[in-house]
């Protein structure tokens, strides 16, 4: 059913409960997983020198590198690992990777924010799952006990 599942991380400990999923679908369906970090430098870009702004973008391709190296590290000796290190929207950047042509399905991890919060903050995985063309299972974690599996996945559809 699954040929290919893409797995956006930020990097950060909670992104280990959607990975646990991802790790499990992937090895389930024989699937590659394919994990994918976003440079999302266009905060910095008011900064008044260029070379800052060089300097920062550099930054953060490399804590990509290293969180996209993280997850193919914590894989399964099973589970195929693709990476990639990309710049631009997060949101835009993982729907254009959740093509029917590139991948199955998107496995995401969501903070589960509602109301205020997530008017003011925003949410990438609400906007990948409006946008995306093929399935997004939401994972929602909990920051204290991140890689618990705990709480159960949720099927998100349009």
Do not use: W
């Not at 254009?96 to 903050?121: F, K, N, Q, S, Y």
């Amino acid at each position: 059913m699954y040929d290919r599942i893409l797995v956006p991380t930020d990097g950060s400990p909670e992104v280990e409960d959607a990975l646990e999923y991802a790790f499990d679908l992937a090895r389930t369906h024989d699937a590659t997983l394919r994990t994918l970090y976003v440079v999302n430098a266009a905060g910095y870009s008011g900064l008044p020198m260029e070379t800052a702004l060089e300097g920062i973008t550099d930054a953060l391709h490399g804590k990509g590198r290293s969180a996209v190296d993280r997850v193919e590290e914590r894989a399964p000796d099973d589970v195929a690992v693709e990476r990639e290190v990309r710049e631009g929207s997060p949101s835009h950047v993982i729907v254009d990777e959740a093509d029917p042509d590139e991948c199955d399905l998107v496995v995401m991890a969501t903070h589960g924010r509602g109301g205020i919060g997530r008017l003011l903050l925003g949410s990438v995985t609400e906007r990948v799952v409006r946008r995306a063309s093929v399935p997004v299972l939401t994972v929602q974690v909990d920051p204290e006990g991140a890689g618990d599996r705990s709480g159960e996945p949720r099927l998100a559809a349009e």
